[in-house]
Every structure is written in C-alpha cells, then in structure tokens.
C-alpha cells in the first residue's frame, strides 16, 4: 500500500496518512468488514513510524470509517463513498471534494494547504490579539480600516495605479467586491460581457442577479477585440468584466496593444471596466493594467490577499471613482456591517512588517519553477497548452492523444480530480480542455496521468 507521503510538506504527517488510507479505501471500494494490512506492514511499506500510522487509523475510527478489533488491528467500518460532488459544481468545490478521499486537486483554485505558511500569520494573530482590541471587538469602517488602506495605498503605486485613500473600500475578498459591484451597479435585465473561458462564481453571481451575459472570446493575448466591438455596437452592455493578469481558467495576460484597445473601445461605447487582479501578487516585472491607465468613472479595479495568503482570511477590495466607492460603501455597510475588522488588522500588520511582500516573493519562485516543468510534463504527452502562461496559478490544456472519456478515465486511476467540464463556460458548455494548477502539476499523481494519456501516441523509431 503506497501512501505518498511528502515529508517537506507543512500538513503533518498523521493528517497525510489521514487522507492517504481513506483515498486507497474509496480508489478501491474496499468492502466493510475487509482487515487492513497491520500499522506495522503500512509503517515499513512506506518508511513511516508505526505509531503515526496507528494514530492515524485511530483517528479513522473516531470518524467511523474504521473499527477496531482486538488483537486483528483494524477492519473497515463502512464503504468510503466516492467524495465527489453530487450538486453543481463551484469555484473551491474542489477543496473540500478530495479532503478525505487523498485526491489530487489537478483542477483547484488556490494553493495547496501544504504551500500555506503559518509562522508569520500566527504572529500577526498573536500581535493583534495582544495591541488591538477594537480589532478584535469592534466593526471596521465603512471604507476599512485605515492603516490596512495605507498598506494597499503603496502596492498600488508600485503597480502603477496612482489614486488616493478615498478610492479604496476594503472587501471580505474579491468576490465580495465583485457581489458589491453587482448588487450597487447593475440591476436585473442588464447586459453585460464576460470573458469565455471564465471565472465561474462570476457566471454565478450574474445569474443570481439576473444579469443577462455576453461572451467574447479569451485569447492568449486577452478578449478578442474584433468581436467585442461587434458585441458592444449590437448589445450597447453596462459593463465588461476582465481579467488583466493570469486569467482564470487560461493563465493568460492582457498584452499592452490589446490594453490600450479594451480601454478606447469601452470608453467610446461608455461601458464600465470591471478589472478583477486576484493574481496581482503572483506577478513581478513590466505589464499593463487598465486601472493604471486612470481610475475614473470608467474603471473600476478589484484586488485580493485570499488567494496568496489564506482562503480563510478573507480580506479583498475595491478601487474606484469616489461617487462609486461611496455607493459601494453604503451597500456593503447595509448588506453585512462591513468587513471583518481582526481580519484586516491581521493583514495590515504582516504587510507593515513586510512579511507578506517576502512570502508571495516565495511563493512566485515555486510557481514559476513548477510551471516550467509541468509545461514539459505536458509538452512531452502531447498535451494542447493555450498560450504557455508566463506566471500565475494555471495552465489551460487538453491531450491531443486520448479523447476527453478516456482522459477522465486515467484520471480516475491515479486519483486526479479534474475541474467540472462546464464551470468556466457563460453559457454551461462542456469543454475538453482543463484548468491546470501548477501547484499540484507536479505530483506524482499528476505526472504518472499525463503519462497515461500519452500512451496512444505513434512511438518515434
């Protein structure tokens, strides 16, 4: 029984074997009653210690997936079912899909937990729980907490993006910017375009408001510009929604040329630019951002910490003309009482300290040493890659060997979960390409399903 246990990663090694035994049990339809190998045969299988392995099958037991039986170890309790969503499929669904069943999250959203960094998060916690005790009893502010604005203030200006305090109002993470800029700006009937492939929660959050969508299509260089000056000379939409860097599913980035087009075709219809850049964070060196071409009441700029810092801690926000930020202001105070203040003032303190500036430093050299060899990973099985993504969290591609059943099926095989065929379609139409986590690309998992794909591919003599 191999558990594939990463030593270097921060889960502890229990939890590992935790989500290692109940993947095998679910992977195999182990049957209840069925003995498990003995905590000493899994413990020297894998070089593990044998009472990390009985820990973690006790903590199996509390679960009720296994039972002890004295003097026969343990047995299996119940069939451990396949984990897999049975309702629509949503942006982080994956997260919770794979927990118990050990599955590799190839299609996820964010980081993998071992990537998390605690030392400087539980020092910040610690700091504002011991400094600041309206952070830990109070609301914030309408705007947010002022000296988490100061800190966004100065990222801002090294992005490029002049502007004051005023143009800021802090959000819980970028999704509730965008709710905000929905529920403050558009009302049900409107007509909007969006990219295609997209953001899912975005499609979502549309629907739910009864916004009617668009879509122009996503090439590597950002929308296709022909089409969307046809869509906004025949549909006349309030507003695009765009990503500027590293576009979620595809990776790809807004090049300046097709920047400067985006911003003169919007303006000259009198569309509003919503610009999501959750990913700013994961990008160094020269590039164009629309809100750095002016924030006015044309552009508005949403940003988040969540993806590179913790999903948990859910600290966005939203950079726009003082009349909108205002509005956006009055809303988010109506809706939820504002952000979390302790949230804010965790963030705040880590930025001060420039403990963050270093751990996305970290996490940017990862990315980009594992993005490289998962694009030879799949430039070596014969995969379809859109556009090479030069920074970011994805890679967008599809096996030109296998059709897309049989690539479902090898992922099956090797316990790789794949995002849903439909979430980053408008309109809810399958698609064989994949979104492509480099951070989880590198698995052996991963690696030993891109090679499966391969193998129908002509052999070179």
Same mark, same amino acid.
């Given at each position: ?322 009349? *909108?930020?205002? $509005?956006?202001?009055? /809303?988010?105070?109506? %809706?939820?009482?504002?952000? @979390?203040?302790?949230? =804010? !003032? ?62 479902? *099926?090898?992922? $099956?095989?090797?316990? /790789?979960?794949?995002? %849903?065929?439909?979430?980053? @379609?408008?309109?809810? =139409? !399958? ?31």
């Amino acid at each position: 029984m191999e558990l594939r246990i990463d030593r270097q990663a921060l889960v502890p090694v229990v939890q590992q074997i935790v989500d290692a035994l109940a993947g095998w049990l679910r992977q195999d339809g182990v049957l209840p009653g069925t003995r498990l190998p003995s905590a000493r045969q899994i413990a020297r299988a894998n070089l593990l210690s044998q009472s990390s392995v009985v820990e973690a099958c006790e903590r199996l037991v509390a679960q009720g997936v296994l039972a002890p039986r004295q003097g026969a170890g343990f047995i299996v309790a119940v069939l451990v079912a396949d984990g897999r969503q049975d309702g629509p499929w949503f942006e982080g669904a994956e997260m919770t899909l794979g927990g118990a069943s050990g599955e590799l999250k190839l299609g996820c959203g964010g980081l993998p937990e071992s990537w998390r960094e605690t030392d400087d998060l539980t020092y910040a916690i610690r700091q504002v729980s011991r400094t600041d005790m309206a952070g830990l009893f109070n609301y914030s502010t309408p705007l947010g907490l002022p000296a988490l604005r100061e800190q966004i203030l100065k990222r801002l200006l090294q992005l490029d993006i002049e502007v004051d305090k005023r143009r800021i109002v802090t959000t819980s993470g970028a999704t509730h910017g965008l709710d905000l800029i929905v529920r403050t700006l558009l009302k049900p009937g409107d007509c909007v375009v969006v990219e295609s492939p997209g953001y899912s929660m975005l499609f979502d959050l549309l629907r739910l408001n009864g916004v009617t969508m668009i879509e122009v299509p996503r090439t590597p260089c950002g929308p296709d510009t022909q089409t969307l000056e046809a869509l906004l000379v025949k549909y006349r939409p309030r507003a695009l929604f765009i990503n500027s860097f590293y576009h979620n599913p595809t990776g790809s980035s807004l090049t300046p040329v097709i920047a400067q087009q985006v911003l003169q075709l919007t303006k000259a219809h009198g569309v509003l630019v919503i610009e999501d850049d959750v990913y700013a964070d994961l990008h160094s060196g020269p590039g164009t951002r629309l809100a750095a071409m002016g924030i006015d009441d044309n552009v508005i700029y949403v940003g988040s910490y969540s993806k590179t810092l913790s999903s948990s801690l859910r600290v966005g926000f939203v950079v726009a003309s003082d009349a *909108i930020v205002s $509005r956006l202001a009055e /809303v988010k105070m109506t %809706s939820s009482m504002g952000a @979390s203040r302790f949230c =804010e !003032a965790v963030l705040a303190c880590l930025l001060a300290s420039g403990a963050y500036r270093k751990l996305v430093q970290r996490q940017r050299q990862r990315l980009n040493t594992d993005r490289e060899a998962a694009l030879q990973v799949l430039e070596d099985t014969d995969w379809e890659v859109f556009g090479k993504p030069v920074g970011g969290l994805f890679i967008w591609a599809r096996s030109r060997s296998c059709d897309f059943a049989q690539v479902c *099926i090898q992922a $099956r095989r090797f316990g /790789v979960l794949l995002s %849903s065929v439909t979430a980053f @379609s408008p309109g809810g =139409e !399958a698609t064989d390409w994949q979104r492509i986590n480099v951070a989880y690309a590198c698995d052996p998992r991963a690696r030993a399903f891109f090679q499966a794909t391969a193998l129908n591919r002509p052999q070179a003599f």
